[in-house]
């Protein structure tokens, strides 16, 4: 187990728009732009067209109150359920997907998914309307939405929650279980995730970060009855000292029948 004293994500929450904020904004001093937004909506852009990918539910089961990394998807499943750990990320993105005075702003995200200015805000209600269900679930009940019991999905994207809830290797591959149990077989999992970290900081609290590295991943999945069908890793180009990762991470797999 890890002894270090950083604060769980899953345990004792954090502040999820401070976290938009310094992850994910468009402010001109956010220096994660090209990690934390362009690696993954470039991944997850050419995954969906290319490998085509598509179904009736898709799960989506990430850290924080982010949705950049469903833009792409909703145009290609029926239904969207979003499972979130904490009430604060719940509350955060039903703001947005309200619209609500004060919602953070995916503009600059939307921009990126349409080819002129005027298709913005349908692009937006695409998103929105395809996210059905956000519900908070429990990582340590067999069934985590009891007592609910949810489709079994077509796709599962799991984008930084593995590395944020996972407090050593044997947690990784029992949270990757439960997650498998939730998905057809054949249905894909995609995940998002950091590499060679120990830390990343919200706000004024430092928060715990699984260490591994990509063949961790490789043989976690596996293990686990999954295929890999692609994997891509880049190196950091951010200059921070809110995060110490070394790599990102995008692997498109799928569980074999």
């Known amino acids: ?23 994910f904004s468009d402010k001109p001093d956010m220096a994660f732009e090209e990690d934390a937004l362009m690696f993954p909506i470039e991944n997850l852009k050419k995954t969906f067209t290319e490998e085509h990918i598509k179904g009736d539910v898709l799960i989506d089961l990430s850290a924080g109150s982010y949705v950049h990394h469903l833009f792409s998807a909703c145009e ?10 904490q009430d604060r990320c719940i509350m955060e993105l039903k703001r947005w997907l309200d619209t609500r005075t004060g ?11 349409v080819e002129k200015s005027d298709q913005l805000q349908d692009k937006e209600e695409k998103v929105r309307s395809a996210i059905q269900h956000v519900m908070r679930c429990n990582l340590e009940k067999e069934n985590m939405t ?5 489709p079994p999905a077509d796709c599962i994207i799991s984008a930084w929650l593995l590395d944020q809830i996972s407090k050593d290797q044997e947690d990784y591959i029992r949270y990757l279980r439960k997650f498998s149990g939730l998905l057809k077989p054949g249905g894909h999992l995609i995940l998002i995730g950091i ?11 430092k928060f715990h970060a699984l260490t591994y590295d990509e063949d961790f ?12 069908d692609n994997c891509v890793v880049k190196k950091r180009t951010a200059v921070s000292d809110l995060i ?7 692997i498109d797999s799928h569980k074999q029948k």
């Open 1 to 23: 187990m890890d002894s270090s004293p950083h604060k769980i994500y899953h345990v004792h929450g954090f502040d999820s728009r401070q976290a938009l904020e310094d992850y």
């Open 76 to 85: 290609f499943f029926n239904h969207t359920i979003v499972l979130k750990v």
């Open 195 to 205: 590499l060679d970290t120990t830390y990343f900081e919200v706000g004024k609290d």
């Open 244 to 250: 110490d990762y070394k790599e990102l991470v995008f």
């Open 146 to 150: 009891d007592p609910i019991v949810l």
């Open 217 to 228: 991943a490789r043989k976690a999945l596996v293990g686990e009855g999954f295929v890999i």
């Open 103 to 113: 919602a953070f702003n995916w503009g600059h995200v939307t921009k990126l998914h």
